[in-house]
């Protein structure tokens, strides 16, 4: 008998406004082949309109609701 699994895909939303911290993010979960999506924002204005669904972040299908927001240190 065989079982299949299936792996959850976590949505993140990661806050930071450092490209390069963001790709160092980025680049972390893909060598941790963790199965996620990543959507990322600059600015706290801007994560909380994706939060609230607001222009430009109105369509769930490309902008899912996050399960984890990551936020850069000050």
Same mark, same amino acid.
């Given at each position: 008998?065989?079982? #299949?699994?299936?792996? @959850?895909?976590?949505?993140y939303?990661? =806050?930071? !406004?450092?490209? !390069?911290?963001?790709?160092? =993010?980025? @680049?972390?979960?893909?060598?941790g082949? %963790? #199965?996620?999506? %990543?959507?990322r924002? @600059? ?8 939060? #609230?669904?607001? #222009?430009?972040?109105? !369509? @769930? ?7 984890? %927001? ?5």
């Amino acid at each position: 008998m065989t079982t #299949a699994t299936t792996e @959850r895909v976590i949505n993140y939303l990661l =806050v930071e !406004d450092n490209d !390069d911290h963001a790709d160092l =993010v980025e @680049r972390c979960f893909r060598h941790g082949n %963790i #199965a996620s999506a %990543i959507n990322r924002v @600059r600015l706290g204005a801007e994560c909380l309109a994706y939060l #609230a669904g607001d #222009a430009p972040f109105a !369509d @769930r299908a490309e902008h899912p609701y996050p399960d984890v %927001i990551l936020l850069d240190n000050p």
